[in-house]
């Protein structure tokens, strides 16, 4: 009797240890809860009161191919086995508690539950504040289909680029066949979503991105790309007086800082001690419309021409001002009315009025690095062009398009470029940038305009 119970006991031991290394497959959700769902597949392991929760082995190979994969692991530059996503740590009862690292997310901690058929938990940044959940059913899926999302996707690019003729480079070709390879071979979103963005960047144009959120549910509906007026959280313009004669304004985005430059800009230009701006647009991507109105109404002394907005309306080759200068005068508004003007017209030029207000008065200069694009990009150039400020840093990013979203189906939406761009002079800055008036690494550039500022005094 005594070996029977033995035996069972021991019998069990083992089925629950084989129970706890064996690994358990759920279909998940990653909400990061500003719009941002990623569907993907979690196995989780536990062993030892220790747990492993990874998505899919070998996601490099399927967004780059073997070659380039096994290179780009050698190097450090990809996960090991291809894991984007693991989360490891303790297991205490049914809870779990653990560390991550998510692309563009960085470091985080989990704080979760797995229990019968379910794994659910909390995303946590180095503050403890939540910035996303996590949610999975037991599944025996393992591959999410995208087949039929390629031809949606080509015929919405096909449909609303700003130029057939961008569509007809060698370049687009190959971006064509392998869009269609990483949507047969991508298991989950994340794949997809690093996959295309990573081809994009080789196109011969800019402003072509992919974009997961919540499921929108029409797939005819396009999106609003009007941001500005969302409150923002985030303070994107930061003010500093570096001595009395200067004052340094930092604009981090063109996105969510309208209503802040509208705040700062007139206490600049009221204080006449100051004779030197310096405007830091190292870093900033761009984004809405108005925002580039809201500073150029305080640095802007007469009228500024800066260039065409050209859509696939308008029949073009190149720099055409004669066609060009019959587009209609942009005037200031949001981001949604510009890119809904885009959509319905030939396109746009924009003019910087010279305005009614008090403007500044002094020497501008202006910081400028790889990362500075899009809306930056038109006034640094028209600033440089016509000695309106001194460029300090490095040549922007080349990425001067209007792009505008779309739905392509259900939670997949494309930013995609539906206006190209010209300055006044007939220059295409896509994939060109501006190139300042002085050349210093980024982390240089203040420093060299204080400098600057400081010999012109002697």
């Known amino acids: ?18 129970a706890q290394n064996n690994p358990r497959h759920f279909k998940s959700e990653i909400d990061f809860g500003n719009g941002t769902v990623i ?24 967004m780059v191919g073997g070659a380039k994969a096994k290179l780009g692991r050698l190097l450090g530059k990809l996960p ?22 998510i692309p563009m997310f960085g ?7 797995v229990k019968n058929e379910i794994v659910s938990g909390k995303l946590l940044n180095s503050d403890g504040k939540p910035v996303g959940t996590v949610h999975g059913v037991q599944s025996t899926e393992d591959k999410i289909s995208y087949n039929e999302l390629y031809p ?14 961008a569509l007809q480079t060698k370049g687009w070709a190959t971006f064509e066949k392998k869009l269609e390879k990483l949507c047969k071979n991508a298991h989950d979103d994340i794949e997809l979503f690093f996959g295309f963005n990573m081809l994009a960047q080789k196109l011969p144009f800019t402003h072509l991105t992919l974009v997961i959120t919540e499921d929108t549910k029409d797939d005819n509906e396009v999106v609003s790309a009007d941001k500005e007026e969302t409150a923002s959280t985030k ?11 200067t004052a340094y304004l930092q604009i ?23 004779k030197n701006l310096i405007i830091d647009l190292r870093d900033n991507g761009g984004g809405g419309i108005s925002a580039a109105f809201a500073l150029a109404k305080y640095i802007v002394t007469e009228d500024l021409e800066v260039g065409y907005f050209p859509t696939n309306k308008l ?32 396109g746009v030029k924009l003019i910087f009025k010279k305005p009614t207000n008090p403007v500044f008065s002094g020497k501008i200069y202006v910081l400028t690095n790889g990362n500075t694009g899009s809306t930056c990009e038109p006034i640094v150039y028209a600033m440089k062009t016509n000695k309106k400020a001194t460029i300090i840093g490095e040549k922007t990013a080349g990425a001067m398009l209007a792009a505008s979203p779309f739905v392509v189906s259900g939670k997949y939406i494309l930013m995609l470029p539906i206006a190209d761009f010209y300055t006044y002079e007939g220059v295409r800055l896509d994939k060109v940038g501006v190139q300042p008036d002085v050349e210093v690494k980024s982390e240089n550039a203040l420093d060299k305009a204080l400098e600057i500022i400081n010999e012109d005094k002697r």
């Open 1 to 18: 009797m005594k070996f029977i119970v033995l035996n069972f006991a021991l019998v069990f031991l083992f089925n629950s240890s084989f």
């Open 39 to 62: 569907s993907t597949f979690f196995d989780v392991s536990v062993a030892q009161n220790q747990f492993t929760i990874t998505s899919p082995k070998n996601a490099d190979v399927r």
């Open 252 to 274: 981090k985005n063109f996105s969510s800082s309208t209503d802040e430059l509208a705040e700062v800009l007139p206490k600049i230009v009221k204080n006449t001690a100051y």
């Open 107 to 113: 470091k985080l901690k989990f704080k979760g539950i």
């Open 235 to 245: 303070q994107s313009v930061v003010f500093e007086e570096k001595n009395t004669t």
């Open 80 to 101: 090991k086995k291809g894991i984007i996503i693991a989360i490891k740590g303790t297991q205490k009862a049914d809870s779990l508690f653990g560390d991550t690292k």
């Open 315 to 346: 029949k073009y080759s190149g720099y055409q001002p004669e066609s060009f200068n019959t587009l209609a005068e942009l005037q200031p508004k949001n981001t949604e009315d510009f890119g809904n003007e885009l959509k319905a017209t030939s």
């Open 152 to 165: 949606k996707m080509l015929k919405t690019i096909q449909d609303n680029i700003y130029s057939k003729d």
